[in-house]
């Protein structure tokens, strides 16, 4: 991908950070003016890949959470969202509608299932004990 833009940020762990994400990935992609819909669909899948960095990948303990963009010269965003965090064993289970590895906190469990539904392509790459990397790209405007 030849990037016509990008963006490298780290922040902590904390569940305030998120609606951070949120405002700095609609920052970003501004410049591509964006439908209402894209947008949203945007934030929206930003902010669930930080909350699973947030509550499942580092599991109350204290981490950094990376969020990266380009921009390509066709208007095509990836975004990465990577924690160091604990991992996931088993990212097929993992991305089930209703698995959670946080029942106990009455979460349901479509984070990736809402990730797949706003963007065009979610990939997931994890290593247990060294943490998860969530690539989310969307095709913004006509290309």
Do not use: W
């Not at 479509?110 to 539904?117: D, E, R, T």
């Amino acid at each position: 991908m030849n990037a016509k833009n990008e963006m490298h940020l780290r922040f902590p762990s904390k569940s305030c950070n998120e609606a951070f994400a949120r405002s700095v990935a609609a920052a970003f992609v501004m410049n591509l003016d964006p439908t209402v819909t894209e947008l949203s669909d945007l934030k929206t899948a930003v902010s669930e890949a930080v909350t699973n960095c947030i509550v499942h990948g580092y599991r109350r303990e204290s981490g950094t959470v990376f969020l990266s963009g380009k921009i390509d010269e066709n208007g095509r965003v990836v975004f990465k969202i990577r924690d160091k965090g604990c991992g996931i064993a088993d990212v097929r289970q993992a991305m089930q509608p209703l698995f959670t590895t946080a029942a106990e906190e009455e979460r349901a469990g479509l984070g990736f299932a809402v990730m797949q539904s706003f963007c065009d392509k979610v990939r997931v790459t994890s290593a247990v004990g060294k943490g998860t990397t969530v690539t989310l790209e969307k095709q913004l405007g006509n290309g």
